[in-house]
């Protein structure tokens, strides 16, 4: 399952990734981003970016050996249990026509 919002400026969040356990490491997850971001080159999307938990570490070596790239991390909670994101962006189009 594979999901994305629209944003503003050409923008795309990627809002739902997931593969059954008993089908990853079989090249599932990167067909459904590679299809979606296909879709979104198409849509005129020229940026898709996401966020997952820092401690997702398997998560974010996938999403960075697709291309993305980790440009922010923050703290959505400070106190026990202390919850960090990270967000990784990925460019699609190196330019759109004006």
Do not use: C
Request: glycine share 8%; hydrophobic share 40%.
């Amino acid at each position: 399952m594979v999901g994305l919002e629209a944003k503003p400026n050409n923008e795309g969040e990627l809002r739902r990734m997931s593969v059954k356990n008993s089908h990853r490491r079989y090249g599932v997850g990167r067909l459904l981003l590679s299809t979606l971001e296909n879709w979104a080159v198409k849509q005129q999307f020229r940026k898709i970016w996401l966020t997952t938990g820092s401690v997702m570490q398997k998560a974010r070596d996938f999403y960075v050996s697709a291309g993305y790239v980790e440009t922010d991390a923050y703290l959505i909670r400070e106190e026990p249990p202390v919850y960090g994101v990270v967000k990784l962006e990925k460019a699609l189009m190196s330019t759109i026509p004006t």
